[in-house]
């Protein structure tokens, strides 16, 4: 809800035009995943899995993001990325293994459902950021999520309210708010539209082990030879997918468009 204010002033501030209405029904489908969805089931799940937990799972974000591109970008990435891809998947379900992240409870297929979403919504945000600026489209799908966000957050604030939040908490909440939610969009739908969902989505492959290495120097948290080992195996996969020839996209015509085309 935060984002959400932040982005309705920044959209204020530069007077914006309003999107049109396929733009709207497009907007709808990035704020269900990434303004709503994931942010709601990652966190009612990381109430009862840890984060290191929750971290390693993410590791499937890339290949949602690939799949929803096919589908919702018509995207075709070529036989060198898929490879690159599930070599990155393997390593990350193997790094899960051996860590022993432990047998799967509803808790996880929240995350699941979590990562499907977010996958719809990087994949349909990334190709509508090719027709309007990407902080836009953030920006729009929050302003579009608050009627739901609001009887959340007030709900969180009157109801469920946290006991003498720390100093820590608050930056927390404050990063999570600003950067995670509005401003890292920013980039990232840029990034998406121009090099492609499917290819720049592999670079969420880095996500669990960077995810560990912040554990670390923030939280003090141990990392192991094995740590080590599988950071070198995700990110060799994840530079080979950006090695690969760029995905070719499919573009989709009306009937009279091919009409037309064919004349």
Same mark, same amino acid.
């Given at each position: 809800?935060?984002?959400?204010?932040?982005?309705?002033?920044?959209?204020?501030?530069?007077?914006?035009?309003?999107?049109?209405?396929?733009?709207?029904?497009?907007?709808?489908?990035?704020?269900? *995943?990434?303004?709503?969805?994931?942010?709601? %089931?990652?966190?009612?799940?990381?109430?009862?899995?840890?984060?290191?937990?929750?971290?390693?799972?993410?590791?499937?974000?890339?290949?949602?993001?690939?799949?929803?591109?096919?589908?919702? *970008?018509?995207?075709?990435?070529?036989?060198?990325?898929?490879?690159?891809?599930?070599?990155?998947?393997?390593?990350?379900?193997?790094?899960?293994?051996?860590?022993?992240?432990?047998?799967?409870?509803?808790?996880? %297929?929240?995350?699941?459902?979590?990562?499907?979403?977010?996958?719809?919504?990087?994949?349909?945000?990334?190709? !509508?950021?090719?027709?309007?600026?990407?902080?836009?489209?953030?920006?729009?799908? !929050?302003?579009?999520?608050?009627?739901?966000?609001?009887?959340?957050?007030?709900?969180?604030?009157?109801?469920?309210?946290?006991?003498?939040? *720390?100093?820590?908490?608050?930056?927390?909440?404050?990063?999570?708010?600003?950067?995670?939610?509005?401003?890292?969009?920013?980039?990232?739908?840029?990034?998406?539209?121009?090099?492609?969902?499917?290819?720049?989505?592999?670079?969420?492959?880095?996500?669990?082990? %960077?995810? !560990?290495?912040?554990?670390?120097?923030?939280?003090?948290?141990?990392?192991?030879?094995?740590?080590?080992?599988?950071?070198?195996?995700?990110?060799?996969?994840?530079?080979?997918?950006?090695?690969?020839?760029?995905?070719?996209?499919?573009?989709?015509?009306?009937?009279?468009?091919?009409?037309?085309?064919?004349?």
């Amino acid at each position: 809800m935060i984002a959400a204010a932040v982005a309705g002033a920044a959209l204020s501030v530069v007077r914006a035009p309003m999107p049109s209405r396929s733009q709207w029904r497009r907007l709808a489908v990035v704020s269900v *995943g990434v303004a709503v969805g994931f942010p709601l %089931l990652s966190s009612v799940a990381l109430q009862h899995v840890g984060a290191a937990h929750a971290a390693v799972l993410a590791g499937l974000m890339p290949a949602a993001t690939a799949i929803a591109a096919v589908v919702r *970008g018509g995207e075709r990435p070529s036989r060198g990325f898929w490879l690159a891809a599930a070599a990155g998947l393997v390593a990350v379900l193997v790094f899960a293994a051996v860590r022993g992240a432990g047998r799967p409870t509803w808790a996880d %297929l929240l995350l699941l459902g979590a990562i499907a979403l977010v996958g719809v919504g990087y994949a349909e945000g990334g190709a !509508l950021s090719r027709t309007m600026p990407g902080w836009q489209v953030i920006a729009w799908a !929050l302003v579009l999520a608050a009627p739901v966000l609001l009887p959340l957050s007030a709900y969180s604030v009157l109801v469920d309210a946290p006991q003498e939040p *720390g100093a820590g908490a608050w930056l927390g909440l404050a990063y999570v708010s600003l950067v995670s939610m509005f401003l890292g969009f920013v980039w990232w739908y840029r990034g998406l539209a121009m090099g492609g969902v499917a290819r720049i989505g592999q670079l969420q492959l880095a996500q669990p082990v %960077l995810t !560990l290495g912040w554990a670390a120097v923030l939280l003090g948290e141990h990392i192991d030879l094995l740590t080590g080992v599988a950071a070198l195996a995700v990110l060799a996969a994840t530079g080979a997918t950006q090695l690969a020839r760029a995905p070719r996209r499919v573009e989709r015509h009306s009937p009279a468009q091919r009409i037309g085309q064919a004349a």
